[in-house]
Structures are given as structure tokens and as C-alpha cells.
């Protein structure tokens, strides 16, 4: 297959998927990508590198798990700047974009202004239907421990609707009143951000192991970001 045809190829395929809204894990966009990278020598045919890293969130989100290797293994011979390779893992200089982040957050909860350490702490606390769970969990010593706690309180009946504006709501707050954290996260400038995981998470996250994941904290995190590039 020529590289055109394998760029044709990938196009129709990737348009199919979104068409039909098929989000589970093919492995036939897995299999053109071992032969796009097997094809491309060196820094040559750059359109097709510059369509692959346009896409790359599509891509690393539904090909199947060896994507994140092949970027870290052919990112600098394929000449992918540092700025679109995307931030698979949120530790090491990355660790700020985690919710066990030390960063205090007021937040009004039923008309009281409140205070936690973390979002972690945050978004457990508010599983909690009645106040003695609440305050455990709020007041426990580590977002950890916040996050055990949140495992063991009765959840309130409409936690999964509401889930995920509690974490966005947190997860703003983090950054818009931190402004370390706000230039940091600006700093990561356009590249993908993906909470791979090793601890089997794939609803806010993307498990590494596995290869799949719906990344929901990772959307909200550059949903956030681009709400702050525009302020």
C-alpha cells in the first residue's frame, strides 16, 4: 500500500467511525498505523505525519493499545514537535493536572461556601447522601483517603447524571483560582491531554494496559483550557 492510499485509507476510515458514532476499539485502524509508520522514513512525506497528529485524539482514543508505544518510540525520527504529542500520563511534571493535586477550592455547597485540599476530596464528598458521610470524607487526610471514603458512603440516587458536572465544576475551580496551576495548564498549549492509567479506570480515564477509554477528565481538563485561552 502507498503511503497515499494508506492516508486515503485512514481518512474513510476515521470519517466511518464518526459517521456511525462506533466508539469501541478497532483494530483495523491499529493495523494502518503500523503500516503508516513502517512506511514513513525519516521526516518525509510530513503531510501524512501532520494529518496523523491533527487527528491524534481520534486516533490515540480508538486505535488499539499500541498507539502511545509507537509515538514514544517513532515521535522524534517522525519529527512530531513536543507541542502535539500528546501527555498520556498525568505524573512527573504532569502530576498538576491531577485531582489528587494539593489545591484548595471554595466551593458553595447547598448555599455554603466550602473548603477542600483537593478536587478528589470535592468531587467524593459530594456522593454523599446525608452530612456525618460528607464531612468524613471532606475532612479525610489525603484525597486517598478521600477516594476510599467516597467507596464506602451511600451514593445519592442521581450521582451518575450529575457526576460529571461535579467534576467539571471542581476541576474549574482548580485552575481558575490557582494561577500557578492556570499557566500550567496554558502551558500545555494545544496537545491532547489523556489520563492513562494503570488502576483499570477507563471512564475519566484511558487504561494503558488495555488500550481504551473514554478519557472524560482528560475532555474536561482541555474544555477548561480552552475556556482560558479565550478569557
Not at 3 to 8: D, F, G, K, M
Request: glycine residues 6%; neutral net charge.
Amino acid at each position: 500500500m502507498s503511503v497515499t492510499a494508506l492516508e486515503h485509507s485512514l481518512i474513510c476510515f476515521i470519517a466511518t467511525e464518526l459517521k456511525n458514532e462506533v466508539w469501541e476499539t478497532p483494530k483495523e485502524l491499529g493495523a494502518l498505523l503500523y503500516q503508516l509508520f513502517a512506511l514513513v522514513p525519516g521526516t518525509e512525506h510530513q503531510q501524512v505525519v501532520d494529518f496523523i497528529t491533527n487527528h491524534v485524539e481520534f486516533i490515540y482514543l480508538h486505535a488499539n493499545r499500541e498507539w502511545p508505544h509507537l509515538i514514544n518510540r517513532y515521535g522524534s525520527t517522525l519529527n512530531i514537535r513536543r507541542s502535539k504529542q500528546p501527555i498520556t500520563e498525568f505524573k512527573d511534571e504532569y502530576r498538576f493536572l491531577s485531582n489528587f493535586w494539593p489545591a484548595e477550592l471554595y466551593m458553595n455547597v447547598s448555599g455554603q461556601e466550602m473548603l477542600f485540599e483537593t478536587v478528589e476530596h470535592y468531587y467524593q464528598a459530594m456522593k454523599a447522601t446525608n452530612w456525618d458521610d460528607f464531612h468524613k470524607v471532606q475532612t479525610a487526610p489525603s484525597p486517598g483517603a478521600a477516594k476510599r471514603g467516597g467507596r464506602r458512603i451511600a451514593v445519592r440516587g442521581d450521582w451518575d447524571i450529575i457526576k460529571r458536572d461535579v467534576m467539571y465544576n471542581a476541576v474549574l475551580s482548580k485552575f481558575k483560582n490557582n494561577a500557578d496551576l492556570k499557566q500550567n495548564l496554558l502551558d500545555t498549549g494545544k496537545r491532547l491531554l489523556i489520563e492513562g492509567n494503570h488502576w483499570k479506570d477507563d471512564y475519566w480515564g484511558f487504561r494503558l494496559d488495555e488500550g481504551y477509554g473514554q478519557n472524560h477528565l482528560g475532555r474536561i481538563l482541555m474544555q477548561i483550557r480552552t475556556l482560558m485561552q479565550q478569557m
